[in-house]
């Protein structure tokens, strides 16, 4: 079955620092992976996903991701934090090949301090 | 830009009532979703459809129905509501037919359930 984790509930980071948010997965087939953002009160936003190719995925606000086939990895980064980076951040990966599911891990929080 | 409206923000209820939550998209997608988001656990899907009059279980269904009598509107009902339904429901929406495409989701509905 399709998994996603996410090991950290809480991630603090200083305004100007290079920020990482940790997922790791567990898939059959081909991993499909994606990174959403939930700024306060909003619903999920977009932000980048690797389905093949170059294993550096950028996406949007400045953010990237690095896809580690070895490391079942996909950490979400970004080289200088903004405090308005401050949400959370939910890795997912596609449901079982042939469904339409999104599997979501649990969400990290992130908060840059000024 | 693709528009996932929810029709309402908050909503609060008495257990035992029946529920509706209103989900409407504008872009003439296929598959639509209902996910509850909880602290610690996530997005976890309760229905999907990916057609007019279709729908699938998701992984936590009890409780729950849908009805999708038009492609752009997705209801969720709850047929009898319990304190263990106050979440926040999160509707969405994609494409069909490319498997790797985003979701678009709505602003959510934060229901409590007395």
């Known amino acids: 079955a399709q998994s996603v984790a996410q090991p950290e509930d809480q991630v603090n980071v200083a305004e100007g620092n290079p920020l990482t948010v940790k997922c790791t997965y567990s898939v059959s087939g081909n991993p499909y992976l994606f990174w959403y953002v939930q700024y306060p009160n909003r619903g999920l936003q977009f932000l980048l996903k690797?389905?093949?190719?170059?294993?550096l995925v950028k996406g949007s606000y400045g953010f990237e991701a690095e896809f580690n086939k070895s490391q079942t990895s996909f950490h979400l980064k970004k080289p200088s934090a903004l405090v308005s980076d401050s949400a959370l951040y939910f890795c997912a990966v596609r449901g079982p090949p042939g469904g339409q599911n999104f599997v979501f891990g649990p969400g990290t929080r992130l908060s840059v301090l000024p | 830009d693709v528009k996932v409206t929810q029709s309402s923000r908050y909503l609060v209820k008495r257990t035992g009532e029946k529920v509706f939550l209103e989900c409407v998209q504008d872009?003439?997608?296929?598959?639509m979703f209902w996910y509850r988001q909880d602290p610690g656990l996530g997005l976890r899907l309760i229905y999907f459809s990916y057609d007019v009059k279709m729908k699938e279980k998701g992984d936590i269904p009890e409780g729950y129905s849908v009805s999708r009598e038009k492609k752009e509107r997705f209801s969720l009902i709850l047929e009898s509501a319990s304190t263990n339904q106050t979440s926040m429901y999160l509707c969405a929406s994609n494409t069909g037919g490319d498997l790797n495409e985003k979701l678009f989701f709505g602003s959510g509905t934060q229901l409590s359930v007395l």
């Open positions: 690797y389905i093949t190719g170059d294993n």
């Open positions: 872009m003439d997608h296929e598959n």
